[in-house]
């Protein structure tokens, strides 16, 4: 079955350092993966997603993620923290098939930026 | 703007009782799904419809149920209410092409006192 593990359920970084917010999946066969983020009393925003072809996948508002199959993982990373990045990240994989398809998600990252 | 609409916003209700959610999908949108996010489970995936039909079931109570009018948009009814129930409800729609992403709505907060 497939799911995902995102380690750290909170993560705090200085305004101007590297984000890194980890994903682990496991998956029976190749994945679609998701990154999505909640701001507070909002719903969830797409940010990026891998379906197939290029595995550094870029999205929106400077972040990208790597698809590394060896490693079973999808990691988020930004260059440089803005303070508007605080939020709650949701790493997210696809299930099902054809029209019957959902996302299963992770237990959500918390990221703080410091000032 | 996702584009997903629900309402209401935020109920307050009380043990016992039945509700009813509402949901709009992104214009062109056959998919609809409902989740439940709650601090201790997190977000669970509770019911999908495509055009109608219900698709795929995930961790939905016998007391809640779902459907999708011919208009596509979509209720949750929660009956038979308990605490344990109040967290955030959200819809969310794809369309039917490829694997689309998931677009959210804001949500509906139901609390049971």
């Known amino acids: 079955a497939q799911s995902v593990t995102q380690l750290g359920s909170h993560v705090s970084v200085s305004e101007g350092a590297l984000v890194l917010l980890r994903c682990n999946y496991s998956s029976s066969v190749p994945p679609y993966l998701f990154w999505y983020v909640q701001y507070p009393n909002q719903g969830l925003q797409l940010l990026l997603k891998?379906?197939?072809?290029?595995?550094l996948v870029k999205g929106i508002n400077g972040f990208e993620a790597e698809f590394k199959k060896s490693e079973t993982s999808f990691h988020l990373t930004k260059p440089s923290a803005h303070m508007s990045d605080a939020a709650e990240y949701f790493c997210a994989v696809s299930k099902g098939s054809g029209s019957a398809r959902q996302l299963t998600f992770g237990s959500g990252t918390q990221l703080t930026v410091l000032p | 703007d996702s584009g997903v609409t629900q309402t209401p916003k935020h109920l307050i209700t009380a043990t016992g009782q039945r509700v009813t959610l509402r949901c709009s999908p992104r214009?062109?949108?056959?998919?609809v799904y409902w989740y439940q996010q709650s601090l201790d489970q997190g977000l669970q995936f509770l019911i999908q419809y495509y055009n109608g039909e219900e698709r795929a079931k995930g961790n939905i109570l016998e007391r809640f149920s779902a459907q999708q009018f011919p208009d596509l948009h979509s209720e949750l009814n929660l009956s038979s209410l308990e605490l344990g129930d109040s967290a955030l409800y959200f819809c969310a729609s794809s369309s039917r092409i490829g694997v689309s992403p998931l677009h959210f709505g804001n949500g509906t907060r139901l609390t049971v006192t």
């Open positions: 214009s062109g949108d056959l998919s």
């Open positions: 891998y379906t197939t072809g290029a595995t």
